[in-house]
């Protein structure tokens, strides 16, 4: 399965979250859409990537979309919606007790993965893959 793993960039970074959601969705037998999201912030001087047609692409074409709901974030809003507009399988990772946005909260065809520390994420993925 070809999963875009949907993560904060640029405010909310949480990087060695985004790692240990990306080795449990790989060491479930899936690739990555989006390895973009691990490495350096891209800067609009790098030039290149149109961040909006590559993202929204990957996220409508892969078969499913984790998604880092823990903190707010724009683009992962708009990354899920052009998911689930293409009904692709969703799967939201949120800190327990966390405040989601409502409409994710009430979003249909959707799984969740609640976790108290950060090392129960790659359990719970692994075993929802």
């Known amino acids: 399965m070809n999963v875009y793993l949907s993560v904060?960039?640029?405010?909310?970074?949480?990087?060695?979250?985004?790692?240990?959601?990306a080795k449990a969705i790989t060491d479930s037998g899936h690739t990555i859409a989006s390895p973009w999201v691990l490495g350096p912030l891209e800067t609009s001087k790098s030039g290149g990537a149109d961040v909006f047609q590559r993202d929204k692409k990957a996220a409508e074409e892969s078969d499913a979309i984790v998604a880092d709901v823990t903190e707010p974030s724009i683009g992962v809003g708009m990354e899920l919606m052009a998911a689930y507009i293409a009904g692709k399988k969703i799967v939201l990772v949120a800190k327990r007790g966390r405040a989601v946005s409502r409409m994710l909260a009430q979003m249909d065809r959707k799984e969740t993965v609640e976790?108290?520390?950060?090392?129960?994420?790659?359990?719970?993925?692994r075993r929802l893959l």
């Open 8 to 21: 904060p960039m640029i405010a909310n970074r949480a990087l060695e979250r985004a790692r240990l959601m």
């Open 115 to 125: 976790y108290d520390s950060e090392d129960d994420i790659y359990r719970a993925l």
